[in-house]
């Protein structure tokens, strides 16, 4: 029972912005917001964290509003080295706080 | 990530069969799950350990038990293993339930 929401699939193309909006509506008040690459056979792998408000790192930027009820992951100009499932993660009060991931977005970025 | 390791990578056995997947991690940290990937789905959770003393079931964790045999070892076993649960299965760890590190995986055939 994922309690987020994301696109299933993004189609891109190179040098171009791309946001990826999550919902999480019952996101517990001491949880934090988590991104997630994972290409292919691969584990996941993180991409950035965040509690509220922006978050910026070296590889994308994540936007928070002050209710915290849905998240945008930002990739600055892609490449097709980008081009894998991205994945929201955040706790669930219901869960007690256990991460649960969501269902994950194919983004696929085109020359 | 080399800091978490699974052992089999891969591995075919026959259904009836006990398998054993090995997690080991060389991060320090108290927290370690196992997860299950189907094709084309997202991740689902199966079992989590916050400690040594400490297991929990995850989402799908029928079939299946696991044992954390040390702060760095975290064992899931098959007891009867049946074809559908043919699926990639991920090790992770992680420090206080913030940024999680994955292992390479494991694919398991049930024939």
């Known amino acids: 029972l994922a309690k987020t929401t994301q696109p299933i699939s993004m189609d891109s193309y190179e040098g171009q912005e791309v946001n990826i909006t999550c919902s999480h509506n019952n996101i517990a008040t001491n949880d934090y917001i988590t991104w997630y690459q994972q290409f292919p056979s691969q584990g996941p792998r993180f991409i950035i964290q965040g509690y509220k408000t922006k978050v910026t790192n070296e590889v994308a930027s994540l936007f928070i509003p002050a209710d915290r009820k849905s998240s945008t992951l930002s990739l600055p100009r892609v490449s097709l080295s980008d081009t894998a499932v991205y994945y929201c993660?955040?706790?669930?009060?219901?869960?007690?706080?256990?991460?649960?991931f969501g269902q994950g977005t194919e983004l696929s970025v085109k020359p | 990530d080399a800091d978490v390791t699974q052992t089999p990578r891969n591995r075919i056995t026959k259904t009836g069969k006990r398998i054993m997947l090995e997690c080991s991690q060389t991060k320090g940290h108290d927290r370690m799950y196992w997860y299950r990937q189907d094709p084309g789905l997202g991740l689902q959770l199966i079992y989590y350990s916050f400690d040594v003393k400490d297991i929990n079931k995850g989402e799908i964790s029928d079939g299946y038990s696991v044992s954390r045999q040390a702060q760095a070892k975290f064992s899931l076993s098959l007891e009867s293993a049946i074809p559908n649960q043919t699926a990639l299965y991920f090790c992770?760890?992680?420090?206080?339930?913030?940024?999680?590190?994955f292992g390479p995986g494991t694919r398991l055939t049930v024939l």
């Open positions: 992770a760890t992680s420090d206080l339930g913030r940024e999680q590190f």
């Open positions: 993660l955040v706790g669930d009060r219901q869960r007690g706080g256990k991460l649960i």
